[in-house]
């Protein structure tokens, strides 16, 4: 049976067994899924760009796998995506901009990967977000000034990475944040005090 043929799954779970290969891209047959796990697996190879036609998920676990490549931009049209796990993978290159049209979204977490380039200002659009994670990683740049926008989030983790310039005082709009390290990268200023930002 091939899991494209299955056009009415809601929820497929492989999570923590010996399943190895690599993600079929007929898994975007599968238009009613509505969560996904793969997390703890042995799956390697890339994460095909056809998982952005699963327009209803709202759950993607891809987390301690041996996945490589890119994020394909197209998780971006998964407009309902509200928790994307990808941690502790094999996962390289930039984090894509487009993820930021996810506007549903409460969890990130890209940690603990090899992924480059700067966290983009396109996650200002997630106004949901409560969770954002991309500790140990080798991304370069500042903190997007649109994280002021992000007024629900509670857990911003920035650690060991090479992020530098100063701590942008809109910060101070996330009055919520109950957790943030940005330890072990190139910051340099001061920290910000004061009234909130407008």
């Given at each position: 049976?091939?899991?494209?043929?299955?056009?009415?799954?809601?929820?497929?779970?492989?999570?923590?067994?010996?399943?190895?290969?690599?993600?079929?891209?007929?898994?975007?047959?599968?238009?009613?899924?509505?969560?996904?796990?793969?997390?703890?697996?042995?799956?390697?190879?890339?994460?095909?760009?056809?998982?952005?036609?699963?327009?209803?998920?709202?759950?993607?676990?891809?987390?301690?796998?041996?996945?490589?490549?890119?994020?394909?931009?197209?998780?971006?049209?998964c407009?309902e995506?509200?928790?994307?796990?990808?941690?502790?993978?094999?996962?390289?290159?930039?984090?894509?901009?487009?993820?930021?049209?996810?506007?549903?979204?409460?969890?990130?977490?890209?940690?603990?990967?090899?992924?480059?380039?700067?966290?983009?200002?396109?996650?200002?659009?997630?106004?949901?977000?409560?969770?954002?994670?991309?500790?140990?990683?080798?991304?370069?740049?500042?903190?997007?000034?649109?994280?002021?926008?992000?007024?629900?989030?509670?857990?911003?983790?920035?650690?060991?990475?090479?992020l530098s310039?100063?701590?942008?005082?809109?910060?101070?709009?996330?009055?919520?944040?109950?957790?943030?390290?940005?330890?072990?990268?190139?910051?340099?200023?001061?920290?910000?005090?004061?009234?909130?930002?407008?």
């Open positions: 049976m091939e899991i494209g043929n299955c056009t009415n799954l809601i929820f497929l779970g492989f999570a923590e067994t010996q399943l190895s290969s690599h993600i079929p891209e007929e898994i975007g047959n599968c238009c009613e899924l509505q969560i996904l796990y793969l997390d703890r697996t042995l799956i390697s190879g890339p994460i095909p760009s056809r998982i952005g036609m699963l327009k209803r998920t709202q759950q993607l676990s891809l987390y301690r796998t041996q996945l490589s490549g890119h994020i394909p931009g197209e998780i971006g049209n407009s995506l509200q928790i994307l796990y990808l941690y502790k993978t094999l996962i390289s290159g930039p984090i894509p901009s487009r993820i930021g049209s996810c506007k549903e979204l409460i969890v990130i977490d890209l940690s603990m990967n090899l992924l480059t380039g700067s966290i983009p200002r396109s996650f200002g659009n997630c106004t949901e977000l409560k969770y954002f994670d991309v500790t140990n990683n080798f991304l370069t740049g500042s903190i997007p000034r649109s994280f002021r926008k992000l007024v629900k989030l509670q857990f911003l983790h920035l650690s060991f990475n090479q310039g100063i701590i942008p005082v809109e910060i101070v709009n996330c009055t919520k944040l109950t957790n943030l390290t940005l330890g072990y990268n190139k910051f340099s200023g001061q920290i910000p005090v004061g009234p909130l930002a407008i």
